[in-house]
T-cell receptor, first 113, second 111 residues
Framework: AAGVIQSPRHLIKEKRETATLKCYPI?????VYWYQQGPGQDPQFLIS???????DKGSIPDRFSAQQFSDYHSELNMSSLELGDSALYFC????????????FGDGTRLSIL | GEDVEQSLFLSVREGDSSVINCTYTDSSSTYLYWYKQEPGAGLQLLTYIFSNMDMKQDQRLTVLLNKKDKHLSLRIADTQTGDSAIYFCALEDTGRRALTFGSGTRLQVQP
């Protein structure tokens, strides 16, 4: 079965640069969630989208923005990168009205030098 | 907000049963999940339980939910070395559907 696809798998940036992470949800899933997992930490919810509209916001810094497109894929845009942004970024998707669990992608590992 | 706690480390011998515990503060969660994460890898959904259930069994996995004590546990029968990983419990906020994760329990299985 198709899973959540994230790209790139690894990304290396320098401080103050920008980065864009992409997420392709499971086909027919209409909701996308973004989580950030710092080294040795548990995943923290950043933001979610339902039917291309932002549905909820967690601990997402103002330097980050995200959107969901008409094909339901989502992009997380990160600007003025800081060393503390080094983390594993997960995308998850679900079909909202079915109350089925969120399925996670393999994550993008972002390293800031 | 929701506070979810897990013990940090558990060591068992191969073939034994493992029990990983999770306590939480907010009782309004609809679904409670267990995810497995191997080093450098993603989050693998193991199982989940609806809040109106007390127990769910899925092959070697048994989930117990004690709503009164706000306690969730995952029992792995016949633990194998391949079960070595970090296990996260996660609760779904009814209104938001965002997940709140526990700090994770590192399971080490000794041969």
């Amino acid at each position: 079965a198709a899973g959540v696809i994230q790209s790139p798998r690894h990304l290396i940036k320098e401080k103050r640069e920008t980065a864009t992470l992409k997420c392709y949800p499971i086909p027919r899933h209409d909701t996308v969630y973004w989580y950030q997992q710092g080294p040795g930490q548990d995943p923290q919810f950043l933001i979610s989208f339902y039917e291309k509209m932002q549905s909820d916001k967690g601990s997402i810094p103002d330097r980050f923005s995200a959107q969901q497109f008409s094909d339901y894929h989502s992009e997380l845009n990160m600007s003025s990168l800081e060393l503390g942004d080094s983390a594993l970024y997960f995308c998850a998707s679900s079909l909202y009205r079915t109350n089925q669990p969120q399925h996670f992608g393999d994550g993008t590992r972002l390293s800031i030098l | 907000g929701e506070d979810v706690e897990q013990s940090l480390f558990l060591s068992v011998r191969e073939g034994d049963s493992s029990v990983i515990n999770c306590t939480y503060t907010d009782s309004s969660s609809t679904y409670l999940y267990w995810y497995k994460q191997e080093p450098g890898a993603g989050l693998q959904l193991l199982t989940y339980i609806f809040s109106n259930m007390d127990m769910k069994q899925d092959q070697r996995l048994t989930v117990l939910l004690n709503k009164k004590d706000k306690h969730l546990s995952l029992r792995i029968a016949d633990t194998q070395t391949g079960d070595s990983a970090i296990y996260f419990c996660a609760l779904e906020d009814t209104g938001r559907r965002a997940l709140t994760f526990g700090s994770g329990t590192r399971l080490q299985v000794q041969p």
